[in-house]
């Protein structure tokens, strides 16, 4: 069955340390995306691609890169870790072409602390 | 950007029908609204989509006003297993320079009743 992925599940890395987020679909989706949920705020767009080398800011980029180099992978890169960047990160695709619109299917979610 | 405001919880009895209603008054031309469930330690799951009148599927419906400043989400008989967090989201107008914006409620809270 197609799904989409997320590495690690959980992670604790140090302030100033550079840290990947993974995640792979296996649905050939065009458009993906990162988001991160912290208490309070719910969910907030980091970055979304909608297709192979293309990439987008979302309304709490800074700090974050991604890069999109096939279909399946939209890695997250978080430069130099921030305390501030201690939450869970979600990633999600979508296969509709009008470009935000149609569902979009989550991974399962990575929690990273930044201690 | 469009703002979106939800209440922060609900309850409801089992077999009530719950209306989840989301504000989001600077809502764009192009403008999508949709909707979300996510349970603990899980994903968002879509639920439903709208863009103006009445959307339904075989699980909720979705109802917008003419003038889209705002939606409701309803559910008919809820159960026990309907508890989770729901989220609308409201996305997809042009906002220029390539970039799209989307830009989810802070979720509501519904919690079933035996």
């Known amino acids: 069955d197609a799904e989409i992925t997320q590495s690690p599940r959980h992670k604790i890395t140090e302030t100033g340390r550079q840290v990947t987020l993974a995640c792979h679909q296996t649905?050939?989706?065009?458009?993906m995306f990162w988001y991160r949920q912290d208490l309070g705020h719910g969910l907030r767009l980091i970055h979304y691609?909608?297709?192979?080398?293309?990439?987008n800011k979302g309304e709490v980029s800074d700090g974050y890169s991604v890069s999109r180099s096939n279909t399946e992978d939209l890695p997250l890169t978080l430069e130099s870790a921030a305390s501030s960047q201690t939450s869970v990160y979600f990633c999600?695709?979508?296969?509709?072409?009008?470009?935000?619109?149609?569902?979009?299917?989550f991974g399962p979610g990575t929690r990273l602390t930044v201690l | 950007l469009a703002k979106t405001t939800q209440p922060i919880s609900m309850d409801s009895y089992e077999g009530q029908e719950v209306n989840i209603t989301c504000s989001h008054n600077?809502?764009?031309?192009?403008?999508?609204i949709t909707w979300y469930q996510q349970f603990p330690s899980q994903g968002p799951r879509f639920i439903i989509q709208?863009?103006?009148t009445k959307v339904t599927n075989e699980v909720a419906s979705l109802f917008i006003p003419a003038d889209r400043k705002s939606s409701t989400l309803s559910l008919p008989r809820v159960s026990l297993s309907d508890t989770a967090v729901y989220y609308c989201?409201?996305?997809?107008?042009?906002?220029?320079?390539?970039?799209?914006?989307?830009?989810f409620g802070k979720g509501t809270k519904l919690s079933v009743i035996p």
């Open positions: 989201l409201v996305g997809g107008a042009y906002s220029g320079a390539g970039s799209y914006q989307l830009t």
């Open positions: 600077n809502i764009a031309t192009n403008d999508y």
């Open positions: 709208g863009y103006k």
């Open positions: 649905w050939n989706h065009n458009n």
């Open positions: 691609s909608y297709g192979v080398q293309d990439t």
């Open positions: 999600a695709s979508s296969e509709s072409t009008n470009a935000v619109g149609g569902e979009q299917f």
